[in-house]
């Protein structure tokens, strides 16, 4: 059973516009949310994490956007690289632990 | 700072041998550990997970196994691998949040 459901499943985006990752969510005992970049042939690394009691956290180029209400979060990538190129996971757990539902994940292809 | 180390990074066995994967973690005592198995288009799938030596929790029935015989050692095991056992499997240890994952293996059954 798929908690987190991520769309779309790859997106194309020039270099410098803006990347948009979509994820929703069904248990809303669900309190912490993480988003983790992949490389090819490497394990997935921490971006950047969300707790409900914020909607917006921000780090570089990388924004989290929390609805709590619609149960959705997203990912933005501002000014986008090539270098972004990669596989994006969002991810869920509830309790403070770390027992993560991921997302199925985006490729991201920016062209340059 | 602390390491998480993973082996081999990739694996090729015939349909009905044995597998043995292994995870060890440095610079860090009593982690929770993690077994995550990634298939093409779904995602992270966690198959073990372990807050001490000994102490294995099952996610998913399936034809693999957990064992955590010391500390910071995880393994990933089976007695008779079928094709379905084909993926990239991602070791990950956490001490509170984050999770911190290691570079995988690739496993093709054949």
């Known amino acids: 059973q798929q908690q987190v459901k991520q769309s779309p499943q790859s997106l194309i985006v020039q270099k410098g516009g803006i990347s948009i990752i979509n994820c929703a969510y069904e248990n809303t005992a669900f309190d912490y949310f993480p988003w983790y970049q992949q490389f090819p042939g490497k394990g997935p690394a921490l971006l950047i994490a969300?707790?409900?009691?914020?909607s917006e956290k921000k780090e570089g180029r990388f924004t989290i956007s929390f609805n709590k209400s619609a149960k959705q979060f997203s990912l933005h990538i501002m000014d986008s690289q090539p270098g972004d190129s990669a596989t994006y996971f969002c991810?869920?757990?509830?309790?403070?632990?770390?027992?993560?539902?991921f997302g199925a994940g985006t490729i991201l292809r920016v062209k340059s | 700072s602390q390491t998480i180390h993973q082996w081999p990074a990739t694996l090729v066995q015939p349909v009905g041998s044995p597998l043995s994967l292994e995870c060890t973690v440095e610079?860090?005592?009593?982690?929770?550990l993690y077994w995550y198995r990634q298939a093409a288009g779904r995602g992270l799938q966690l198959l073990f997970y372990s807050v001490g030596i000994g102490q294995i929790s099952s996610e998913v029935p399936q034809n693999l196994s957990a064992s955590r015989p010391q500390d910071r050692q995880f393994i990933l095991s089976s007695k008779k691998l079928l094709l379905s056992d084909s993926g990239f499997y991602l070791c990950a240890w956490s001490q509170d949040s984050p999770l911190h994952f290691g570079n995988g293996t690739r496993l093709t059954v054949t």
């Open positions: 991810a869920a757990s509830h309790g403070g632990g770390n027992k993560l539902v």
């Open positions: 969300i707790r409900p009691d914020v």
């Open positions: 610079g860090t005592s009593n982690p929770n």
